[in-house]
C-alpha cells in the first residue's frame, strides 16, 4: 500500500512524526507532503523527529487568509496526488490543509484516512475554523480513527458506519512518551532547555501559559494578560508564557507583560523544550487541544481558556478546567489551585497511552 500523509501545521506535525516512523517500519510505501501551513515551527518538529518531507508546497504567505490559503492548499495538492497515485492519503485532525487535503483527495477518487477523527464542539465558531474543518473532513473520510469513546460516539451519532471507525487513542501521547523518554535519556541536546533551566527560578511554582485560538484574539487576550499580571504579584509563582508569532496574541501580550515581575516572555520554542518546560511546571494555562491531551501524562492540570471544549475526556476526568477568558475566573482558579492543588488520584490519561501509531498501522496492515 502506498500512503501519503499531509500536513501543514506543528501539532499536526508532531502528532503524525510517531505515525509515519511506524508505518515506515511496517514496510508501507510513504511518502510526506508538507503545506508549510506554518513554516519556522513546522521544521523545528520535522528535524526534531527526522522527517525529511518529500513534497514541500511551502505556502506560508504574511497575513494570508484562510480562503487564500485554501485556494492554494486545493491547487498545489493536485499534482502532488497526481505524481504520487497513493492508496491512502492520510491527515490529521482540525487545519485548513486537512480539510483541503481531503477534499483534493476525494475529487480524485483516493481514499482518505482521517486521524483524530469525531472531537466535536457542534459550535461552528468555537473553534473557528477547526470546528467546521473537523466535520469537513468527516464527510469526505473513508477510514476514521477515533481516539477516544467519545470521538466514536459522536460519529456514530452523525451516521458514519461503524466498520469505518477505528478507536485507537491519541498519536500525540505517542509522540509525547517518545519525546520524554529521549531527553530523560539525554540523548537529545537542546540548548533552549539549558537556556530555561538558567533564566527562570524553578524553585517558584511555574504557571505555563500559551495562547493561539482565534476567537480569543482581542479582549480574550487582553482578559488573560491582565489576569497573569494580578497572579504574578504572588511571591511563590513565576509565569512561563512562550508567545506565539501571530501579531494578534504577540502584540497584546508584549503590551501588557513586558518587563513584568515574575513574568517571563520568551520566544516560541521547539517541540521537546515545551515538553520540558510542561514537565517543570506548576499548572498549565492554555487554549490549546494538544495540551489538554498530553498534560494527563504528566501530572499537570490545565485552565483550559476556552468556552467550550471539543476534549471533554479531560473535564470529565478532572484533569482539565474550563475557565474562558473571565480575568476573574481566571485569577481565583489560578489561585485556588495553587494554594490547594497537591495532584490527581487518577493517573491514567484518557487520550491514551502511547500506542495509537501502531493501532492504526496493524489496523492497516491487515485491511490492505
Request: aromatic share 8%.
Amino acid at each position: 500500500m502506498k500512503i501519503l500523509i499531509v500536513f501543514g501545521t506543528r501539532p499536526e506535525a508532531i502528532k503524525m512524526a510517531p505515525l509515519y516512523h511506524e508505518l515506515k517500519k511496517k514496510c508501507f510505501i510513504v511518502k510526506v507532503c508538507v503545506t508549510a501551513q506554518h513554516r519556522e515551527m513546522l521544521d523545528q518538529v520535522l528535524d526534531f523527529f527526522e522527517i525529511k518531507p518529500d513534497y514541500d508546497l511551502d505556502l506560508m504567505q504574511p497575513n494570508q487568509t484562510l480562503n487564500g490559503l485554501s485556494a492554494m492548499i486545493l491547487s498545489k495538492i493536485d499534482g502532488v496526488l497526481f505524481e504520487v497515485e497513493p492508496d491512502l492519503v492520510l491527515v490529521h485532525g482540525d487545519t485548513t490543509t486537512s480539510s483541503i487535503v481531503a477534499l483534493a483527495a476525494f475529487h480524485r477518487g483516493i481514499k482518505v484516512g482521517h486521524i483524530e477523527a469525531g472531537l466535536r464542539t457542534y459550535d461552528k465558531h468555537a473553534p473557528f475554523p477547526e470546528e467546521i474543518n473537523r466535520q469537513i473532513t468527516s464527510r469526505i473520510a473513508d477510514i476514521h480513527f477515533s481516539p477516544t469513546p467519545q470521538a466514536t460516539q459522536n460519529l456514530l451519532k452523525e451516521r458514519v458506519t461503524s466498520d469505518s471507525i477505528v478507536e485507537t487513542g491519541n498519536t500525540g501521547i505517542d509522540a509525547l512518551l517518545w519525546t520524554l523518554n529521549k531527553i530523560e535519556k539525554g540523548n537529545y541536546e537542546n540548548n533552549e532547555i539549558d537556556e530555561l533551566r538558567n533564566s527562570i527560578p524553578f524553585d517558584k511554582k511555574i504557571i505555563l501559559a500559551t495562547g493561539h485560538r482565534r476567537e480569543n484574539f482581542g479582549e480574550g487576550f487582553q482578559n488573560l494578560c491582565e489576569a497573569l499580571l494580578a497572579i504574578s504579584a504572588r511571591k511563590d509563582a513565576v509565569v512561563v508564557f512562550p508567545v506565539h508569532l501571530n501579531p494578534n496574541v504577540k502584540d497584546v501580550v508584549f503590551e501588557l507583560l513586558s518587563n513584568k515581575k515574575n513574568i517571563y516572555l520568551i520566544a516560541p520554542v521547539s517541540y521537546p523544550a515545551f515538553v520540558w518546560l510542561m514537565k517543570q511546571s506548576f499548572l498549565i494555562v492554555s487554549d490549546s487541544g494538544g495540551i489538554q491531551e498530553e498534560a494527563p501524562s504528566l501530572g499537570k492540570p490545565v485552565l483550559v481558556t476556552r468556552s467550550i471544549s471539543e476534549r471533554p475526556e479531560g473535564l470529565i476526568a478532572g484533569f482539565s478546567m474550563l475557565v474562558g477568558t473571565d480575568k476573574n475566573k481566571i485569577i481565583t482558579t489560578i489561585q485556588d489551585m495553587l494554594d490547594n492543588f497537591i495532584g490527581f488520584e487518577n493517573s491514567d490519561n484518557p487520550y491514551g497511552n502511547g500506542d495509537a501509531s501502531r493501532q492504526i498501522a496493524d489496523y492497516l496492515l491487515n485491511h490492505d
